[in-house]
């Protein structure tokens, strides 16, 4: 099924309890509508990560929808999901920066990185599905997300919030707030909400207090937006490439192995349908994409939680809705006052938003241990994967790389730190003795979660259990931009 959807009764009720396949649609103006819920919901952090990594946000929004229109294909409709941009890579890429890297160095390390994640979705659908808990079991995927995530703090309190620190701290405040009062779609939202109320209130302390601090200039410059075109293509940037930085950037990889893993597992719940045959597509669309976006300046892709929620929330799963919001998005790219207006936020509201969102990140490591009982009395786990963390935390922001291998090629942060928690798990387990292996046995995800086809788990949780654990075969639902963004 490519674009012929059937059409779902009348196309305008649903049943209590009934839910609209993937390969079924409402009327038109109601698919419409839906595809305009999905983008919404993957807006915010669509354009907030790439403002994070330096891309360019008008043309990462743009290469969404054509990624979103390009997964959909290649999975042959079976798998909805919408592909936006992703916040795994952003601590490689801080790295990749910190260490001299520009545009076009980041656009190379991460387009190799597409490459290899497709190599890996290939694998999985020659081999099949059990190979990821083989090779990434829960306690080295939980470790790597855990220190992408923490390896970004200096950013978030270094770079961003000093540039205004009560805008920052009022930021943050209205983020936290926001997703324990608001219900529903709007608490999933909670971030965008955030970077809505810290422009506006950055915008009323520049006319009501004068500029920020000594520095003498306003929190919100909106002569870029005055000057930029409403309708034109945004710019595009070649790629670079490097073995340093692509080394740099490459352990996001492993996160997104587990997030689409998991997403596909989440989706598989909610449409009742065996779905395992189509990670390694799932896998391997999404490392297509990323290498499509990043060919031309865009940023890296990846299937969204947020959006899963709508699924849940409406119970239409249908593809169509899919295709109209990639089509928004690809005209919203189109926009570049729009992607101006974007590149115009304060440093301090992303300041509130980043230690928020980074801490969240990091901390989806530690929930995919406890969703599968990962046991740290166990040196197995515990040894390689401490090591791994320290170094990885340790060794951010601006410090010196820990490993200067050659002149030209040093290892340090993110990287060494993967190395570290991946090579050293499988090589404590090999060397360990029996007992020690055997306890391993006993790790897994719990078993309680049950399908959410046609069941919406409460307003305050879009996703349902299934959505939520996601994770067959020790796969896991995850990590960045999808559990902590809009």
Same mark, same amino acid.
């Given at each position: 099924? $490519? ?15 009934? %839910? ?83 545009? !076009? ?11 290899? &994640? ?7 659908? #020659? ?15 939980? =470790?790597?997300?855990? #220190? ?7 950013? %978030? ?11 920052? #701290? !009022? ?8 997703? #324990? +009062? ?60 490097? /073995? ?30 065996? &779905? ?8 391997? =669309? ?39 919001? $990639? ?6 790219? +189109? ?28 901390? /989806?490591? !530690? ?14 786990? &515990? ?24 002149? *030209? ?5 993110? =990287? ?13 387990? =090999? +060397? !360990? ?41 020790? %796969? ?5 931009? *999808?559990?902590?963004?809009?």
């Amino acid at each position: 099924m $490519a674009f012929g959807w059937k059409l779902y009764g009348d196309g305008k009720t649903l049943p209590l309890g009934e %839910a609209v396949a993937p390969d079924e649609r409402l009327t038109w103006p109601r698919t419409v509508g839906i595809g305009a819920q999905h983008v919404v919901a993957m807006f915010g952090a669509t354009f907030v990560f790439p403002l994070l990594m330096g891309l360019d946000p008008n043309l990462a929004i743009m290469m969404s929808g054509v990624a979103t229109i390009l997964f959909l294909l290649v999975v042959q409709g079976k798998v909805p999901s919408y592909l936006g941009s992703s916040a795994s890579f952003v601590g490689g890429v801080v790295a990749v920066r910190a260490a001299g890297g520009s545009d !076009a160095d980041v656009l190379g390390a991460l387009l190799v990185s597409g490459v290899v &994640l497709a190599l890996v979705g290939l694998v999985i659908h #020659l081999a099949g599905v059990r190979v990821i808990n083989q090779v990434l079991p829960p306690a080295v995927t939980g =470790a790597v997300v855990l #220190l992408i995530g923490f390896n970004l703090a200096p950013v %978030a309190t270094s770079t961003y919030w000093p540039q205004d620190q009560w805008v920052a #701290l !009022a930021t943050m405040a209205f983020v936290v707030v926001a997703s #324990l +009062l608001l219900r529903g779609f709007l608490a999933r939202i909670s971030i965008l909400l955030g970077l809505v109320f810290g422009y506006l209130l950055s915008i009323l302390l520049d006319w009501a207090a004068g500029p920020v601090g000594s520095t003498g200039e306003d929190r919100v410059d909106f002569t870029a937006v005055g000057d930029a075109r409403w309708f034109g293509l945004p710019e595009f940037t070649t790629p670079s490439f490097s /073995l340093n930085f692509s080394l740099l950037v490459l352990p996001a990889v492993i996160a997104l192995v587990a997030e689409n893993a998991g997403h596909v597992k989440a989706v598989a719940e909610m449409t009742r349908r065996d &779905l395992d045959p189509m990670i390694g597509r799932a896998v391997a =669309a999404d490392g297509l994409t990323t290498v499509l976006a990043t060919s031309i300046g865009g940023s890296p892709t990846t299937t969204y939680a947020e959006n899963i929620g709508v699924m849940a929330a409406t119970r239409v799963y249908s593809t169509a809705a899919y295709y109209v919001a $990639a089509i928004v998005a690809i005209v919203l790219g +189109l926009v570049p006052k729009f992607g101006a207006l974007i590149n115009a936020i304060p440093g301090g509201v992303l300041g509130g938003i980043t230690v928020v969102l980074y801490g969240m990140i990091g901390l /989806l490591g !530690a929930k995919i241990w406890k969703e599968n009982r990962v046991d740290f009395a166990n040196p197995i786990n &515990l040894v390689p994967l401490a090591a791994g963390i320290v170094i990885a935390i340790g060794n951010s922001g601006d410090a010196a790389p820990l490993l200067q291998i050659t002149d *030209d090629f040093s290892l340090g942060g993110i =990287a060494l730190g993967t190395i570290v928690a991946v090579g050293g798990w499988h090589l404590a387990r =090999a +060397l !360990a003795p029996a007992e020690m292996k055997a306890s391993l046995t006993h790790e897994g995800p719990h078993p309680a979660a049950g399908s959410t086809f046609g069941h919406v788990h409460g307003a305050e949780d879009g996703l349902g259990d299934g959505a939520e654990d996601g994770a067959g075969d020790g %796969a896991t639902a995850t990590t960045a931009a *999808d559990r902590a963004t809009p």
